[in-house]
């Protein structure tokens, strides 16, 4: 099961199946450009993605362990959002990977 646990200054994603705190590799600390409106703007929709994605790195995908990897590590650019930029205007979004089902 996935959850996204914030905290006022950290920001984790965990699954029990696939996903742990060490395998993000961060620290997991907001940029200070992140507070306000457009920050706030940009989390919902960080959010709003990693709950669609979720589905394809749970135990009985579908798709293709590959590709499964590929969703893996674009959940994982998600959450890096408020790390990797320094702020919202600067943010440049994971492309959403293909689906394969290793047909």
Known sequence: MWA?????????ARCGHCL?????????????????????????ERNQRIAAAQWAVLPGSPLSTECQ?????????????????????SVVWPDEPALDFGE
Do not use: C, M, Q
Request: net charge negative; no cysteine.
């Open 69 to 89: 990897a590929a969703f893996l590590e674009y959940i994982k650019a998600l959450h890096r959002l408020t790390i990797d930029f320094d702020a919202p205007a």
């Open 20 to 44: 742990t705190n060490d395998a993000i590799n961060a620290p997991a600390v907001p940029n200070e450009g992140w507070d306000g409106e457009k920050g706030n703007d940009i989390r919902a």
């Open 4 to 12: 996204l646990y914030v905290d006022e200054s950290i920001e984790t």
